[in-house]
């Protein structure tokens, strides 16, 4: 814990800037992508990949240094369009994004015949894709999540970050970790958790899993990395690439109203990567 919480020192003290700067960055995007005639927001056009959507959800902060190297080490076997969401951390709480994303990947959805999508969420981007799916019916569009460092049951750093409407939300007991935790029967989605026993930003490491009685989850421990490490460390990209390679071969066989075949479920049991 020692480790753990001199990390979670500096990560607290730097937060403010990293929000900071993750909002200038999407603003920067925005700009540049409208300047040369590229997408800029849920109305525009998908990329005209024939294959499952795939969502990729950041954070909180680090957006702009995980999510695109994680898409290109991502990319191939038919998968694809990959779809980046960006959840401005200004103005909205998870409930709020998770809508937003929801938004997202009903268009998705829609452009692919109304068959299915996978979302992979990064640290809080894990959070909001599981509040879609089992709050909010997104388990009908959503067959598969997998969440890369999430604290699915917040973490003692936000206890100590600044009042921020998203990041009292990853308190422990929190209402919004209260809300997720209550029965969710019947929901298809199956979860893929990979977590750490070194994440600097969700202590204890243990709140990174699943844990939910009605849940069809696997929680995949990754020994000896951190937070901005995992989602680019080898054995997890290539169990998120064998999961999309599976989800693309449903994907293939699905009929476009759904009632194809979707990925089976497990009950929660924990795997382990490799470590480095």
């Known amino acids: 814990m020692g480790v753990e919480a001199s990390r979670a020192v500096v990560r607290l003290a730097r937060l403010p800037l990293d929000l900071a700067a993750d909002g200038v960055g999407q603003l920067t995007g925005l700009l540049d ?3 040369h005639g590229r997408p800029t927001g849920p109305g525009d056009p998908f990329p005209a990949d024939s294959g499952i959507p795939v969502l990729l959800v950041h954070g909180l902060a680090d957006g702009a240094s995980v999510i695109p190297p994680l898409e290109r080490e991502l990319r191939g076997d038919g998968v694809g369009p990959f779809i980046p969401v960006a959840c401005n951390a200004f103005g909205q709480d998870i409930r709020t994004a998770a809508r937003a994303m929801g938004e997202r990947v009903e268009q998705a959805c829609a452009h692919g015949g109304g068959r299915t999508a996978v979302v ?10 599981r509040y879609y799916v089992q709050r909010l019916g997104g388990d009908a569009h959503v067959p598969l999540v997998i969440t890369l460092a999430t604290p699915h049951g917040g973490t003692a750093t936000a206890l100590l970050a600044p009042a921020h409407p998203l990041l009292r939300q990853l308190r422990p007991g929190s209402d919004l970790l209260t809300e997720l935790a209550e029965p969710a029967p019947g929901c298809r989605t199956q979860f893929v958790a990979f977590y750490s026993d070194l994440d600097e930003a969700v202590i204890p490491a243990t709140r990174g899993r699943i844990d939910h009685p009605d849940l069809k989850a696997r929680n995949v421990l990754v020994p000896g990395v951190g937070h901005l490490t995992l989602p680019l460390h080898r054995p997890v990209i290539d169990e998120t690439r064998a ?17 194809g075949p979707r990925p089976g479920g497990q009950v929660a049991r924990d795997t382990v990567a490799d470590s480095p």
């Not at 992979?120 to 894709?129: C, F, T």
């Open 120 to 129: 992979i969420g990064y640290s809080l981007g894990g959070l909001i894709a």
């Open 33 to 35: 992508r409208a300047l």
């Open 243 to 259: 999961l999309l390679a599976a989800a693309q071969a449903m994907f293939a066989v699905c009929t476009p109203n759904g009632d």
